[in-house]
Nanobody, 123 residues
Framework: QVHLVESGGGFVQAGGSLRLSCTAS????????MGWFRQAPGKEREFVAA????????YYATSVKGRFTISRDDAKNTLYLQMNRLKPEDTAVYYC????????????????WGQGTQVTVSS
């Protein structure tokens, strides 16, 4: 059974940083594209970042480009999202996902999902 477990969320002031982790079990994702999505209350789930199975290239939503960095450590079966210069509008539940069967930026194509971790950024 495949499990993705996110961690690292929390409460931070605007301008601060957080590092999210997503650890996988039950499946080796070294050959899969992986991604991060987020969902704020009352809004649809939106793409944040994705990373190719080889670690390159990486892809980012315009709203986070230059502030967030996605990376992976396949030896640890772990995906990361370093978030810097956080803004109140980054507040959301963040989800990791793996193995898209279509566009990396469309959540409907991903086969595996974590349960999410809350990120709250105060102004």
């Amino acid at each position: 059974q495949v499990h993705l477990v996110e961690s690292g969320g929390g409460f931070v002031q605007a301008g601060g940083s957080l590092r999210l982790s997503c650890t996988a079990s039950g499946h080796t994702f070294s050959s899969d594209t992986m991604g991060w999505f987020r969902q704020a209350p009352g809004k649809e789930r939106e793409f944040v970042a994705a990373i190719n199975w080889s670690g390159s290239p990486t892809y980012y939503a315009t709203s986070v480009k230059g502030r967030f960095t996605i990376s992976r450590d396949d030896a640890k079966n772990t995906l990361y999202l370093q978030m810097n210069r956080l803004k109140p509008e980054d507040t959301a539940v963040y989800y990791c996902a793996a193995d898209p069967r279509g566009s990396y930026s469309e959540h409907i194509y991903y086969l595996y999902w974590g349960q999410g971790t809350q990120v709250t950024v105060s102004s």
